[in-house]
């Protein structure tokens, strides 16, 4: 009997009605210059800041504009240990002003010369008048020199051996302008 009784569900079962199919429109490609293929790109700025140096941005597709408040005081940074141009003292506040001429001023009678690399840029938080920007930092491109003789240095310092994460906390200050107030940075988080 109960073999009766399981091989009549299973009669039932494959002869019930099926599910129908749903009705999946397919969507029409759209035509080449329509606003769908308009959806932005990642893209390379190459910013030459001296003779021999360049800093490559590599901006994310539909960039947030506060991310040039990074970007913007990294390269006046270089610009400044390269031809001692100060703009970029103009580009920060608080703690971060400090540490900015401090580590400018530490190149002393160096320069520097090759390519640096900003990639993963994000506005990774925001709150009221302030917030933090992430930026990868590859450095490995850049060769410390003797701002004297052109030369560079047998030992090349740290820095050059391997990216790092660096956030920048930003503050809108009352005259509307963000600038950096402080940095924090990580050897994690940038392999590629």
């Excluded at 938080?125 to 020199?145: K, S």
Aim: hydrophobic share 40%.
């Amino acid at each position: 009997m109960r073999r009766v009784l399981i091989v009549w569900c299973l009669l039932a079962a494959g002869c019930a009605a099926q599910p129908e199919k749903v009705y999946t429109p397919r969507v029409a490609p759209a035509p080449a210059g329509s606003a769908a293929s308009a959806v932005p790109s990642p893209a390379t700025e190459t910013i030459e800041v001296g003779e021999k140096l360049t800093v490559q941005v590599e901006w994310p597709a539909a960039a947030d504009p506060l991310l040039k408040t990074f970007t913007d005081y990294y390269v006046d940074s270089w610009r400044a240990v390269v031809s001692g141009d100060d703009t970029y003292l103009e580009q920060v506040e608080g703690p971060a002003a400090k540490e900015s001429y401090d580590w400018v001023k530490g190149f002393g009678k160096s320069s520097v010369t090759g390519t640096a690399k900003l990639y993963a840029l994000a506005v990774s938080a925001r709150m009221g008048e302030g917030a933090q920007i992430n930026a990868c930092v590859d450095e490995t491109g850049l060769r410390l020199i003797s701002k004297s003789t052109g030369r560079t240095f047998t030992r090349q310092p740290s820095w050059t051996r391997e990216t790092y994460l660096q956030a920048a906390i930003t503050h809108r200050g009352d005259d509307g302008v963000w600038r950096v107030k402080d940095f924090r940075h990580s050897s994690e988080g940038c392999d590629r």
